[in-house]
């Protein structure tokens, strides 16, 4: 069964420093891979997503990630972080054959960005 | 467009009783998929819906059902309830097509 390992569950960074938050996936059958945001008392909001194309995908506030299919793994980036990008990150895998619209979650990232 | 919208966001209820939580999809959208929340377990599919059928399920014992009607409104029940099931329920609503979800708020239900 498929399966997601978020590798750090707590990063602390300051602002405008670099971080990666760390994502493998268990198989190398085609997946479609998502990273998902959460604040505080709130749902999921989708970051970004891989599902062909191009290897690395960005989002609108900055982040990127780039999928590795020899290494299984999705590490989200982004090279200055601000205080309110504090708040729990998900790595998320589904795969096309394996059933509609079924993620699979990592454990989470907390990131915390200090002044 | 409006996102999706869970009713109610918080819930309180006691063991043994049974309760529902409603999921109203972004407009358009056909498939809702259910999720649950918990420090422990982390975020579990529970089940997803597509033009008021099941198409898949998680591992979760038969006091979770759902249901989903022919506007795509989605309900879940969870009948007996106990201890473990406080928890984060997420609702997702995906378009016909793409295997993109996007989440409403949730509802936060604790059972005491």
């Known amino acids: 069964a498929q399966s997601v390992t978020q590798l750090d569950s707590q990063v602390p960074v300051f602002e405008e420093a670099p971080v990666e938050l760390r994502c493998n996936y268990s198989?190398?059958?085609?997946?479609?891979l998502f990273w998902y945001v959460q604040y505080p008392n709130q749902g999921l909001q989708l970051l970004l997503k891989?599902?062909?194309?191009?290897?690395l995908v960005e989002s609108i506030n900055g982040f990127e990630a780039e999928f590795n299919k020899s290494q299984t793994s999705f590490h989200l980036r982004k090279p200055s972080v601000h205080i309110s990008d504090t708040a729990e990150y998900f790595c998320?895998?589904?795969?096309?054959?394996?059933?509609?619209?079924?993620?699979?979650f990592g454990a989470g990232t907390r990131l915390a960005v200090h002044p | 467009k409006a996102g999706v919208t869970q009713t109610p966001r918080y819930l309180i209820k006691t063991r043994g009783q049974q309760v529902t939580l409603s999921c109203s999809p972004i407009?358009?959208?056909?498939?809702v998929s259910w999720y649950q929340q918990t420090p422990g377990q982390g975020l579990q599919f529970l089940f997803e819906?597509?033009?008021?059928?099941?198409?898949n399920k998680g591992n979760f014992p038969g006091r979770f059902s759902g249901r989903q009607f022919s506007n795509s409104r989605s309900e879940m029940n969870v009948s007996t309830l106990e201890l473990g099931d406080s928890a984060l329920y997420l609702c997702?609503?995906?378009?016909?097509?793409?295997?993109?979800?996007?989440f409403g708020p949730g509802t936060r239900l604790t059972v005491l």
């Open positions: 997702a609503s995906s378009p016909t097509g793409t295997d993109t979800q996007y």
């Open positions: 198989s190398s059958v085609s997946v479609y």
């Open positions: 891989y599902l062909s194309g191009s290897t």
């Open positions: 998320a895998v589904s795969e096309p054959s394996g059933g509609y619209n079924k993620l699979i």
């Open positions: 407009s358009g959208h056909r498939s």
């Open positions: 819906y597509f033009s008021e059928t099941q198409r």
